[in-house]
């Protein structure tokens, strides 16, 4: 049996739901909230108090993980189309990531992965992958 990718079973459509799922927790996080508005509105000069403001920039944000997730796991190539190499630890330095912001963002990403019902296989194979790229991200 030839291997299948969890793109090839997941599709765009489940890296959709998964971020969506993940995204949708985000703003009200207390822990990543923060972190996340504060990003977002600054880049593109906005209050990051007001949620309605921010809406789009964070749905911008959730398409970028999107993508990424949908390269890394076996799709198309949008992400590095648009923006280049991942080059994620890097990207990540500007943000203050000690080990209760990872074990949080795990937190939200496995919430949301467990709402898809996946088979155990890949569900293993992605929280593998989460969990050590989360590590990986850890800074502070
Ligand atoms: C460990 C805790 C983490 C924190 C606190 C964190 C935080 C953030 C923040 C604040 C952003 C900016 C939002 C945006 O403009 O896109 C971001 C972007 C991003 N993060 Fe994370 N992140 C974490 C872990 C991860 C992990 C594990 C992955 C991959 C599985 C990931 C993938 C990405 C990607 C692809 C972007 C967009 C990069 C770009 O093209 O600019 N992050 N992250």
């Known amino acids: 049996m030839t291997h299948r990718s969890p793109y090839d079973r997941l599709g765009r ?3 959709d739901l998964l971020t969506r799922g993940f995204y949708d927790a985000i ?3 207390d822990i990543l909230g923060p972190m996340y508005r504060r990003h977002l509105a600054n880049e ?3 209050d990051p108090d007001d ?3 921010l809406a789009p920039y964070m749905e911008e944000a ?3 993980l999107r993508d990424f997730l949908v390269q890394r796991f076996g799709g198309p190539t949008t992400y ?3 923006r280049g190499h991942p080059r994620l630890r890097m990207r990540h330095a500007p943000f203050a990531i000690d080990h209760a912001a ?3 963002w795990l937190e939200l ?3 949301a992965l467990d709402a898809m019902g996946l088979e155990a296989d890949l569900y293993r194979e992605l929280r593998v992958y989460f969990t050590q790229t989360a590590l990986f991200m850890v800074n502070r």
């Open 109 to 111: 990403m496995f919430a």
């Open 80 to 82: 590095s189309d648009g």
């Open 102 to 104: 990872a074990e949080r």
């Open 62 to 64: 959730r398409g970028r």
């Open 44 to 46: 593109h000069g906005v």
């Open 13 to 15: 459509d489940g890296f």
């Open 27 to 29: 703003p009200g996080d």
């Open 51 to 53: 949620p309605a403001a």
